[in-house]
């Protein structure tokens, strides 16, 4: 089994900045590739980022593409969501999810593990 548990959500204005962290036991962190997804009420659950094994490589969805970074620290089994520029649009519930494979990988399928979420409001 693996635990996962998000934190860093919170209220901030439009531009501005936040830092999610999830906390990952369980398994052994370094040898599987990790994302972030959101969910907004009403919406389907959408993928935001994900990061190797490795950390060497990420991939980003469009939307949040140049605004957000995905990072990872192995040593201490985390895995980060660096938010700038925060847009109303970006208010949804943030989850955090291990993947089954070593590899960078969008599809929800590919992940077998997910954390409670956090919430993320941006006010205008």
């Known amino acids: 089994q693996v635990q996962l548990v998000e934190s860093g959500g919170g209220l901030v204005q439009a531009g501005g900045s936040l830092r999610l962290s999830c906390a990952a036991s369980g398994r052994t962190f370094s040898g599987y590739a990790m994302g972030w997804f959101r969910q907004a009420p009403g919406k389907e659950r959408e993928f935001v980022a994900t990061i190797s094994a490795s950390g060497g490589t990420t991939y980003y969805a469009d939307s949040v593409k140049g605004r957000f970074t995905i990072s990872r620290d192995n040593a201490k089994n985390t895995v980060y969501l660096q938010m700038n520029s925060l847009k109303p649009a970006d208010m949804a519930s943030y989850y955090c999810?291990?993947?089954?494979?070593?590899?960078?990988?969008?599809?929800?399928?590919?992940?077998?593990?997910w954390g409670q979420g956090t919430q993320v409001t941006v006010s205008s």
């Open positions: 999810a291990a993947s089954k494979f070593a590899s960078t990988t969008m599809a929800v399928s590919h992940y077998g593990y």
